[in-house]
Every structure is written in C-alpha cells, then in structure tokens.
C-alpha cells in the first residue's frame, strides 16, 4: 500500500471519529533526525480532549507538500512541526529548503498551525520524573542521568534542576558539553539548589543514578553494566528510541526497574489545547472598545491606565479588575474607579453589552 491510500485511509478513520465525538478535525506533519529505512511514515492517530489528529513525519519537504495536499480541506487544521530538525538545504531543489514554507505554499483551505515537536517529549518525560518524586517513588534521591544532551536532553535537564533535582548530561563534544553545563546552570532559577553536570563518561554518568534517560539519536550507547550500577529501584527511561543495548534491555527487566519509553500523548494533549486555545483567544476574545467613556480589554492586549479588563468584550461575563498602566492590575481602588467597574457590572448583569459593542 502506498502512502497515498495509507493517508487518505487515516483521514476517514479521523472524520469518523470527530463525527462521533464532536470534536475538532487536523493533521500533524512532523519532521525528525532519525532516518527510518522507508520514506514518510504514519504514526498512531492522535485524539485528545478537543482535536483528533492523523500524523505522519516525513523527511523532504516535497513529501510534507504532498501529504498536505491530499489532507487540505479535509481536515480544520494542518498542524506543522516548526523545529528545524533536519537540513534540507541543496539536497531538495525541487520545491524548497523549508518543510513550512511547502506546507503552507500548498495549503489552501485548511488553518495552518505550528507547533514543537520536541517540546512535546520534553513536557512528557518532565512531568513523567515528576509523577514518580510526587509519589514519594523517588522522594529522597536527587540525581538524573541524561544519556545525550541534544536539543531535548538539554531543554529537559532544565527542566528537571528546577525541580531542584541534580541532573548529570553527556555528550560526545567537549566544547559543547562545557557551554550546555555553564548555560543551564546560569539560566536556572536563583534559588535552585540543584546543579546540572557534564561528563564524556556515559557509564560516569550512570553511576548511582536514580533516573536513567535516555536520548541518544537512536543509538544503543546504553549497555548493560550501566543498568547493573544504577541506584536500587531505578527508572529507566528511553525518550531517543533505540538508546539501549539489547543486553541492557534484558538487564533491566532482570532487575524489575521501571523501563519506559518516552510517551508523548500528555505532552501533546497539552500543547495541542495551548495551541487551539491561543487560536480561540486571537480569532474571538482580543479586543477593545469603549462604553460611557470607559474602555474596557480583553484577549490578552496590554491595558492601559484605567481600562477594565474582561473575559471578552464582545460578551463579558467576569471583570477581571482595573489596569495599572504597567501590566498589572490597581490593587487599591479609588471611588471613581470602583464606579466605573460597577458601571460595567451593570451592563453585563442586564445582558446589554453584546449589541453595544
């Protein structure tokens, strides 16, 4: 079966879907580093609270152009992976250099969002640790081994110091490696207590480690005497597919340690309602406008020294207070102020605002 058929199978098991749940339509065109044997390729369909998604990852930007054409106007969204993961720069003149700028030359009917691919295995394995601390699981441990300090690995070792966690990173580049260290301990919070690390040594690295990651580029650097000198109890996680030696594998699974491999659907559910969310606040909240003299803002936009922020001003149902001028809100109100919220107030309490404004 070529990809066509696959593509357009994947796109009637979606509308079924929305159909039945009432929910929204859209396709993910995503991009990685690692090269599978075949071209393009689907993964799982995505079904989240708010949006069902088909999802391919493709590798040129002539594939996304073509896998956005046949999903154009079938689906709501197409939703593009805005990371530049792959370098298509003189190897696909055939189109252009960017699997964006494809998407969105070919696209015609469909809303065209962005999003971060890797921010969502990031967000994922983040709020995976977290679970395991907050379940008392790992309570008292404080050291995380981050097997390839990439793009992921690197955002994610941030994330995990400022759980005030010590987080140790390798990566093969010396140079690197000191520059990622020196950044992220310089860019974590003030009073984090915590430290990122860096070695060349994976087995270094590994040694006494409570939670063990890894992100290699889909290489087994991850062998079996690291699993063996992990601290008791250790979790194991692969967010790089393929980072683990078939002895480690059986290593850990001899041991009984948790072993999971990165799982981005909490990352996605949140990203995409974040995106959708932030398309709903531009397209139906954002705005300003004036009644008896008082102006009032919602959506997002900067207030101005006395206007009034609102849910929505085209149909307000809360008031959220008045604005300072400086981005924050007038915490002590003065007579006059107080009566021009209650003057609002008044207008959405009897249900007149939506033909004013």
Do not use: W
Not at 168 to 186: C, D
Not at 197 to 211: F, H, R, W
Request: hydrophobic share 40%; charged share 25%.
């Amino acid at each position: 079966m070529n990809y066509t058929n696959s593509c357009q199978k994947i796109i009637e098991q979606v509308l079924k879907i929305v159909q039945n749940n009432n929910k929204l339509s859209g396709f993910c065109i995503g991009c990685t580093r690692k090269r599978e044997k075949n071209d393009l390729y689907f993964t799982p369909i995505r079904n989240t609270c708010r949006l069902v998604s088909g999802s391919v990852i493709v590798y040129t930007p002539m594939e996304a152009a073509n896998i956005a054409r046949m999903v154009d106007g079938k689906v709501q969204y197409i939703l593009i992976d805005i990371e530049k993961k792959i370098n298509c720069k003189g190897r696909y003149h055939q189109l252009t250099d960017s699997i964006e700028q494809a998407v969105r030359e070919t696209v015609k009917h469909s809303i065209i969002l962005t999003y971060k691919g890797n921010d969502l295995a990031v967000d994922s394995i983040d709020c995976l640790v977290g679970r395991f601390i907050e379940e008392g699981r790992l309570r008292h441990r404080k050291k995380v081994a981050i097997i390839g300090a990439g793009n992921v690995g690197t955002k994610l070792a941030l994330k995990l110091v400022e759980r005030n966690i010590d987080v140790v990173v390798t990566r093969r580049n010396k140079n690197k490696l000191e520059a990622i260290v020196q950044a992220l301990n310089f860019i974590k919070a003030e009073g984090t207590t915590a430290e990122v690390k860096g070695t060349l040594d994976n087995e270094a690295a590994a040694y006494q480690a409570d939670i063990l990651i890894g992100l290699t580029n889909g290489i087994p650097v991850i062998g079996e005497t690291m699993i063996t000198n992990l601290a008791e109890g250790a979790l194991i996680i692969d967010g790089g597919k393929g980072c683990f030696s078939p002895e480690a594998i059986y290593k850990a699974k001899e041991m009984g340690l948790m072993f999971f491999r990165a799982d981005i659907r909490p990352g996605f559910e949140g990203h995409i309602s974040t995106i959708l969310e932030t398309e709903q606040m531009i397209e139906n909240t954002v705005g300003r406008c004036t009644i008896d003299n008082i102006t009032i803002v919602s959506g997002g936009l900067f207030g101005y020294a006395n206007e009034i922020v609102v849910d929505n001003v085209y149909e307000p149902t809360t008031i959220y207070g008045m604005a300072d001028g400086q981005g924050d809100f007038v915490r002590a109100l003065s007579s006059i102020q107080k009566e021009m919220i209650d003057t609002i107030q008044r207008y959405i309490d009897a249900g007149r605002f939506r033909s004013i404004a």
